[in-house]
T-cell receptor, first 113, second 115 residues
Framework: KNQVEQSPQSLIILEGKNCTLQ??????????LRWYKQDTGRGPVSLTI?????NTKSNGRYTATLDADTKQSSLHITASQLSDSASYIC????????????FGKGTMLLVSP | EPEVTQTPSHQVTQMGQEVILRCVPI?????FYWYRQILGQKVEFLVS????????KSEIFDDQFSVERPDGSNFTLKIRSTKLEDSAMYFC?????????????FGPGTRLTVT
C-alpha cells in the first residue's frame, strides 16, 4: 500500500533557528515529490517539486532533498520566521493518474518569538 | 497574482440535505480538482475534471458526489444527501496542464459542517 510518513508530527522552534522535517514514502513506482506549506484554514501552497532524478531543490529559505534509493526526503528551513508557522505536507506521485497522489499527514511547525 | 477562489468559506447543513460548493479556478487553467481534508487527517483526492468530463475519481467519490462546470468560470461540487462523515474541509485546485509535474493551485477551502 502506498504510504507517506512524516516526522516529527509537530515541532516548536525559536525564531531564527533552522529545522529539518522528514518524509519517508513507500510509493512505487515514483514520479515526483512535492512539499507544500498549509497555513491553518487555508489551502496548500507548493514550495518545491522534485522528480526522481533530482536530489535537491531550493526555494528561498526552503531546501528540499530527495534520496530515491532510500525513499526519503527532507525539508530544511533556515533562519525561521514567525510566518513559517504552518503545516508542511509531503506529497508523492506515481507516474500515472491523480487518484494515487499520496499525501502525508504533515508536520505542524510552530515558530515562537 | 491569479488565485483559485472558493465559496462559501463555511457551510453548515443538516444531514440528508444537498450542498453545492463553488470554486472559480484560475482563468487559463484547463484541469480542475476537488480534494477533502477531514479534521486532523491527510488531504485526500476526490476527482479531477477536464473538458467537461471527469478524468479520474477516487473511491471516496461515490454516487452522492457530482461535479459540474455550469459556465465558463465556475466549478462546483455537489453532495446530494450529506452524511455526518462528509464534514471536512473541501479544497478546489486547478492546473494549466495534466501530469503530476504540473503545479496545482489550491483554493482556500470550504469548511463543511454536517449536523
Amino acid at each position: 500500500k502506498n504510504q507517506v510518513e512524516q516526522s516529527p508530527q509537530s515541532l516548536i522552534i525559536l525564531e531564527g533557528k533552522n529545522c529539518t522535517l522528514q518524509c519517508n514514502y513507500t510509493v512505487s513506482p515514483f514520479s515526483n515529490l512535492r512539499w507544500y506549506k498549509q497555513d491553518t484554514g487555508r489551502g496548500p501552497v507548493s514550495l518545491t517539486i522534485m522528480t526522481f532524478s533530482e536530489n535537491t531543490k531550493s526555494n528561498g529559505r526552503y531546501t528540499a532533498t530527495l534520496d530515491a534509493d532510500t525513499k526519503q526526503s527532507s525539508l530544511h528551513i533556515t533562519a525561521s520566521q514567525l510566518s513559517d508557522s504552518a503545516s508542511y505536507i509531503c506529497v508523492v506521485s506515481p507516474p500515472s493518474g491523480y487518484s494515487t497522489l499520496t499525501f502525508g499527514k504533515g508536520t505542524m511547525l510552530l515558530v515562537s518569538p | 497574482e491569479p488565485e483559485v477562489t472558493q465559496t462559501p468559506s463555511h457551510q453548515v447543513t443538516q444531514m440528508g440535505q444537498e450542498v453545492i460548493l463553488r470554486c472559480v479556478p484560475i482563468s487559463n487553467h484547463l484541469y480542475f480538482y476537488w480534494y477533502r481534508q477531514i479534521l486532523g487527517q491527510k488531504v485526500e483526492f476526490l476527482v479531477s475534471f477536464y473538458n467537461n468530463e471527469i478524468s479520474e475519481k477516487s473511491e471516496i467519490f461515490d454516487d452522492q458526489f457530482s461535479v459540474e462546470r455550469p459556465d465558463g468560470s465556475n466549478f462546483t461540487l455537489k453532495i446530494r444527501s450529506t452524511k455526518l462523515e462528509d464534514s471536512a474541509m473541501y479544497f478546489c485546485a486547478s492546473s494549466e496542464a495534466l501530469g503530476t509535474t504540473y503545479e496545482q493551485y489550491f483554493g482556500p477551502g470550504t469548511r463543511l459542517t454536517v449536523t
